[in-house]
């Protein structure tokens, strides 16, 4: 009978001190490691579980403790032919070959962990939110990704809207996508069975007006010295989104000091990992003056980081992001601005300024920082002054 522990190696320990969780598997005395999506410090792990005092124990003792349970199903599962396999054979078995027999809900569980560990915890907590209502309409803890078709959709859309709006919808949809993507690029999956395209349409919620006009702007702008010090202090942030070209709210309040350079702010997304170059013109350059951080371009995230206590790490930019909204909305009502502020609205506005500008819709997905990753992406140098004429076209349309 074939054993399995979970552990660590020290053939590659990351700069972070942290080492790739793997499961040991020996059979007939000689050992094959399978790997795992995560990584620890291996003073943290004992015995095969994560020891109590390390932040996230619990939820990753879950994932590995549900994988070893698969391994060991399967294992009982080939039952007295086992004697006869060697080790390369028994791991054969036990990690299957690609194509639509793995598990969606424990590969969603295991991404779920992932997030955590990266500290994407609003990533996490929507694709928790997808497979809770997934199970709900199934009923079953297991489904296979071949399970997953379009007619399985179309049924789990109707299950949704019971309850749900259509923008809802279109989120969990776009999160079993993504989930779809990742478990093909990790050759876990076949191409053949994603479920999207011509015979499945995720549906899109274009009825939602999401952009402030331009008279609501010069509002804040006039009105912002007679509110409080924090509504103030957000509607900055909510114009410093705006003047970088719609830039995501935690990738800007991640900016290091360096990132800012030679009147460019360069940094890499959180989302999709790639490099964007933005032009810091004057009325952002203002904003970002007023607000010197110390390690960070703006102070808000390190302050957060010095009076968050270790079990709440990760959590920060959410709770920023809830407090900023919350005086967003607040100080939008006390202006009379119809539409409910929150920081993407500042996204949203500057893109359809752009649009009306007369700017190409290449040129704005560029500077949004939405982009394929493609092998021709990749290859186009990309024109940056284009891109500088497009956002100077936008801050000025506001003063007009």
Same mark, same amino acid.
């Given at each position: 009978?074939a054993?399995?522990k979970a552990?660590?190696k020290?053939? %590659?320990v ?5 080492s790739?969780? #793997?499961?040991?598997?020996?059979? $007939? ?7 795992t999506d995560?990584?620890i410090?291996?003073?943290?792990l004992?015995k ?5 005092? #390390? ?11 549900s ?7 399967t294992i009982?599962d080939i039952?007295?032919? /086992?004697r006869d396999m060697n080790?390369?054979?028994v791991?054969k078995?036990l990690t299957?070959?690609?194509g639509g027999g793995?598990?969606f ?8 962990v992932s @997030?955590l560990?990266?500290?994407? /915890?609003?990533t996490?907590e929507v ?6 209502i !997934?199970?709900?309409?199934?009923g079953?803890?297991k489904?296979k990704?071949?399970e997953?078709t379009p007619?399985f959709?179309k049924r789990l859309e109707?299950y949704? !809207? ?7 919808l ?5 999160n ?5 993507n ?10 053949d069975?994603f479920p ?7 549906? =899109?919620d274009r009825?939602r007006?999401?952009a ?8 804040l702008?006039i +009105? =912002?010295p007679?509110l409080t010090?924090?509504q ?5 942030? %909510?114009f @410093?989104?705006?003047? &970088?070209?719609?830039t995501?709210? $935690?990738? @800007?309040l ?6 800012y350079y ?9 989302k &999709?990992?790639?490099e964007y170059s933005?032009k810091?013109f004057?009325e952002a350059?203002?904003?970002i003056?007023?607000y010197?951080?110390?390690?960070y !371009? ?5 302050k ?6 270790a079990?709440?790490?990760g959590?920060?930019i959410?709770?920023l992001?809830?407090? &900023?909204?919350k005086? @967003?909305r607040?100080?939008g009502?006390s202006?009379?601005?119809?539409l409910? !502020?929150k920081t993407?609205?500042?996204?949203y506005?500057? +893109? ?6 007369g700017?190409?819709k ?6 949004l ?5 493609t092998i021709t ?10 891109a500088d004429? +497009? ?10």
């Amino acid at each position: 009978m074939a054993t399995i522990k979970a552990c660590t190696k020290n053939d %590659f320990v990351k700069s972070d001190g942290k080492s790739k969780i #793997y499961f040991r598997i020996i059979h $007939k005395k000689v050992i094959k490691y399978l790997p795992t999506d995560y990584y620890i410090e291996p003073k943290y792990l004992e015995k095969g579980k994560i020891k109590p005092n #390390y932040r996230g124990h619990s939820t990753l003792n879950k994932a590995l403790a549900s994988q070893y349970q698969d391994y060991y199903d399967t294992i009982v599962d080939i039952g007295p032919e /086992i004697r006869d396999m060697n080790v390369e054979q028994v791991v054969k078995r036990l990690t299957g070959e690609p194509g639509g027999g793995a598990d969606f809900v424990q590969y969603t569980r295991d991404r779920i962990v992932s @997030l955590l560990l990266e500290g994407r /915890i609003s990533t996490m907590e929507v694709y928790a939110a997808t497979l809770k209502i !997934l199970l709900a309409m199934t009923g079953s803890e297991k489904i296979k990704f071949r399970e997953i078709t379009p007619e399985f959709l179309k049924r789990l859309e109707k299950y949704i !809207l019971l309850n749900h709006s259509a923008n809802t919808l279109r989120n969990y949809m776009c999160n079993i996508r993504a989930i779809f993507n990742k478990a093909i690029a990790d050759k876990l999956v076949k191409q053949d069975l994603f479920p999207f395209g011509k015979k499945y349409k995720i549906v =899109q919620d274009r009825k939602r007006v999401r952009a402030i006009d331009r008279n609501d702007l010069r509002r804040l702008l006039i +009105a =912002q010295p007679y509110l409080t010090p924090a509504q103030q202090r957000d509607i900055d942030i %909510f114009f @410093l989104i705006f003047y &970088t070209g719609g830039t995501n709210f $935690k990738d @800007l309040l991640y900016l290091k000091k360096e990132d800012y350079y030679k009147g460019r702010i360069i940094y890499r997304r959180f989302k &999709t990992g790639r490099e964007y170059s933005i032009k810091v013109f004057p009325e952002a350059a203002e904003i970002i003056k007023r607000y010197p951080g110390d390690k960070y !371009l703006l102070p808000f995230i390190e302050k957060k980081l010095t009076i968050h206590p270790a079990s709440r790490r990760g959590y920060e930019i959410k709770d920023l992001l809830k407090n &900023t909204n919350k005086n @967003l909305r607040i100080a939008g009502e006390s202006l009379g601005v119809e539409l409910r !502020l929150k920081t993407y609205i500042a996204r949203y506005s500057f +893109a359809t300024m752009a649009s009306k500008a007369g700017v190409s819709k290449d040129v704005i997905a560029h500077i949004l920082g939405h982009g394929e990753d493609t092998i021709t992406d990749l290859y186009i140098d990309f024109d940056e002054d284009a891109a500088d004429t +497009a956002l100077k076209k936008v801050i000025d349309a506001i003063k007009s």
